[in-house]
């Protein structure tokens, strides 16, 4: 059974400061990874995926990730918050071969404050 | 390319009604997911239904079924409603092959509010 572990519900920053959102995994195998933004009253956006290839992933928005198989972590880190970047933010896990199940995290809420 | 959308956007319902929600996935998307979000349970995976046929499925009750047609829409439904299947649902889609780098990649709609009381 695969599931995410994200740290910390709420995280606090200020404009122009580093975004660093935890996520850590718990998978028999090497699973595939996201990272998904929803902001108020609306779906879901992804925002980048690791699946296989280069650990380093960068995303939409300024955002990049990173795998660390040793850590079983894939942490989403922004050098430089901006105010439109408060959201809650949901790291996912996909089994490789397993369909398009998604297990997610339970979210971390970003506030940029001035 | 429009994106996924569902529909009814808001629904209000009584306890042991049914109800039926929509999602119209992203055209040449095969694959239709559904999700719950709850405050208390977060995202939970609901089914998976690609090419009409339901691939994956999730831990919830009999009572949470699915559909898809031959043109990849797909609908939930719920019977018997209970105050606990108040919810955000939301739909994704995705191309559902087995191969290419866009495989893995799920867009969601906005979801349907469901309040049940």
């Known amino acids: 059974a695969q599931s995410v572990t994200q740290l910390g519900s709420h995280v606090s920053v200020s404009e122009g400061a580093l975004v660093l959102l935890r996520c850590n995994y718990s998978s028999s195998v090497p699973p595939y990874l996201f990272w998904y933004v929803q902001y108020p009253n609306q779906g879901l956006q992804l925002l980048l995926k690791?699946?296989?290839?280069?650990?380093l992933v960068k995303g939409i928005n300024g955002f990049e990730a990173e795998f660390k198989k040793s850590e079983t972590s894939f942490h989403l880190t922004k050098p430089s918050a901006h105010m439109s970047d408060a959201a809650e933010y949901f790291c996912?896990?996909?089994?490789?071969?397993?369909?398009?199940?998604?297990?997610f995290g339970t979210g971390t809420q970003l506030k940029v404050e001035l | 390319k429009a994106g996924v959308t569902q529909t009814p956007r808001y629904l209000i319902k009584t306890r042991g009604q049914q109800v039926t929600l929509s999602c119209s996935p992203i055209s040449g998307h095969r694959s239709v997911s559904w999700y719950q979000q709850t405050p208390g349970q977060g995202l939970q995976f609901l089914f998976e239904y690609f090419s009409e046929t339901q691939r994956n499925k999730g831990n919830f009750p009999g009572r949470f079924s699915g559909r898809q047609f031959s043109n990849s829409r797909s609908e939930m439904n719920v019977s018997t409603l209970e105050l606990g299947d108040s919810a955000l649902y939301l739909c994704a889609s995705s191309l559902g092959l087995s191969s290419g780098p866009s495989r893995y990649e799920q867009y969601f709609g906005p979801g349907t509010r469901l309040t049940v009381t």
């Open positions: 996912a896990v996909m089994r490789a071969g397993g369909g398009n199940k998604l297990t």
């Open positions: 690791y699946t296989t290839g280069a650990t």
